[in-house]
């Protein structure tokens, strides 16, 4: 939702992604990113990113929040 993905972005099931720019990343299974803005990353399955930030690499069923 209102959001910008890619290039060289792998998206996998489930994910819920809304106001955000993803380029040259990851995202697992069922992760929840908003209002992110994420380059050269790994989002693990299940896991939750909010805010801004330009590179995280997270595990599975974490959750981040940048202010």
């Known amino acids: 939702e209102n959001s910008i993905i890619g290039p060289y972005t792998t998206v996998s099931d489930g994910v819920e992604i809304s106001y955000s720019s993803i380029r040259n990343s990851i995202i697992g299974d069922d992760a929840k990113i908003q209002n992110a803005l994420l380059e050269s990353s790994i989002v693990g399955s299940g896991a939750v990113v909010k805010g ?4 995280v690499n ?10």
């Open 52 to 55: 801004d930030y330009k590179r």
């Open 58 to 67: 997270i595990g599975d069923s974490s959750e981040v929040e940048f202010y």
